[in-house]
């Protein structure tokens, strides 16, 4: 019959208002930068359309352009 050894790890309390301070740090974060993600996702589909002349995945920009809709409110 085999052994096995068996490793047990001690319980660590999870701090809850730590985790939602934390949370919502990086929330206040992404809200602040919005308007300047914006302003590159519109930027870098303008110019992939009219400058770039490159060749890009299938599907690239479309998420692009969705994630520009959702974010003026117009989807």
Same mark, same amino acid.
Request: charged share 25%.
């Given at each position: 019959?085999?052994?096995?050894?068996?490793?047990?790890?001690?319980?660590?309390?999870? +701090?809850? &208002?730590?985790?939602? &301070?934390?949370?919502?740090?990086?929330?206040?974060?992404?809200? +602040?930068?919005?308007?300047?993600?914006?302003?590159?996702?519109?930027?870098? +589909? +303008?110019?992939?359309?009219?400058?770039?002349?490159?060749a890009?995945?299938?599907?690239?920009?479309?998420?692009?352009?969705?994630?520009?809709?959702?974010?003026?409110?117009?989807?």
């Amino acid at each position: 019959m085999t052994t096995f050894e068996t490793w047990s790890v001690p319980a660590k309390r999870i +701090d809850y &208002q730590a985790a939602a &301070q934390a949370r919502n740090l990086a929330l206040r974060r992404l809200r +602040d930068a919005a308007p300047d993600l914006l302003a590159a996702l519109v930027e870098l +589909d +303008d110019w992939a359309m009219n400058e770039s002349g490159a060749a890009y995945p299938e599907g690239t920009f479309e998420v692009v352009r969705e994630a520009i809709t959702k974010a003026i409110g117009a989807a």
